[in-house]
């Protein structure tokens, strides 16, 4: 049965939708069965993968509210060794649907039943605000995976973040766990940057994982060419960090 991880951060452009596409991809290298789901209307998962987010017939709001086989909406991207199961703006009108539906919080929970023995992980990309899409995500999954830069206002977000968590646990989902949080964007050149990881280390040590993804170039080219770093530049400081991640990950379930 596969282990449901979102990755979620309220705050955006740290790193969220770099690290879904990148430790999915380089979790499917260790010969791990994968299935990303983007589940942000904005598609960049998607895209990211080499999926067109206009030509998809089916995607994550199908399943959502059409009730749709959700086997059916997976694709397989050329060159790509995970699954995905697409997005695209259809997605920002599923909220306002959702919201007259009895079971709204748990949609996502019920169309993955049938999925979770064809995996060994999936991974859920969550929009940057905690809006119902987000919520159905993290009643869905097993744990949150937190990106995160080093910087003063990502700390104020993580302390909004885990009330948020704890929330959930309370009302709809009591078995949701912090996977860890996740350094991205890493200068150690910046004073900031290192105090606030020292930081981070001194109050979440048992949930910190101990990979640092760095500043890196080739990150931010990949998506443009619809590709995971690990087939961009295997060779980059970014590839390397993300495998590191997934096997950091893979160490604690396999």
Do not use: W
């Not at 979102?6 to 069965?33: C, F, H, M, P, Y």
């Not at 949609?107 to 940057?128: G, H, N, T």
């Not at 990949?222 to 096997?247: N, V």
């Amino acid at each position: 049965m596969a282990r449901i991880i979102a990755v979620a951060n309220q705050k955006g452009g740290v790193g969220k939708t770099t690290t879904s596409i990148n430790l999915a991809a380089s979790v499917a290298e260790l010969d791990r069965r994968v299935l990303l789901i983007d589940m942000d209307p904005q598609g960049n998962a998607t895209m990211g993968c080499g999926v067109d987010k206009s030509a998809v017939e089916l995607s994550c709001y199908d399943i959502l509210l059409d009730d749709c086989d959700p086997a059916k909406a997976v694709v397989r991207p050329e060159a790509i060794k995970h699954d995905v199961l697409p997005s695209n703006m259809d997605l920002s009108g599923a909220e306002v649907h959702l919201l007259e539906e009895d079971d709204r919080e748990s949609r996502l929970k019920e169309a993955l039943v049938p999925l979770v023995d064809s995996y060994d992980y999936i991974f859920i990309d969550c929009p940057p605000s905690m809006n119902m899409l987000t919520i159905n995500a993290l009643v869905a999954a097993d744990s949150v995976l937190v990106p995160m830069q080093c910087e003063y206002f990502a700390l104020e977000g993580l302390s909004s973040l885990m009330d948020t968590l704890k929330q959930v646990r309370e009302t709809v989902n009591e078995k949701l766990s912090l996977e860890g949080l996740l350094r991205t964007m890493y200068d150690g050149r910046s004073r900031l940057t290192r105090d606030v990881s020292e930081q981070l280390e001194t109050h979440f040590s048992d949930r910190l994982f101990k990979t640092v993804v760095p500043r890196n170039i080739r990150l931010a080219e990949a998506p443009s060419f619809g590709l995971p770093i690990t087939l961009y530049d295997k060779r980059s400081r970014g590839a390397q960090a993300y495998m590191e991640l997934a096997g950091e990950l893979d160490k604690k379930y396999y």
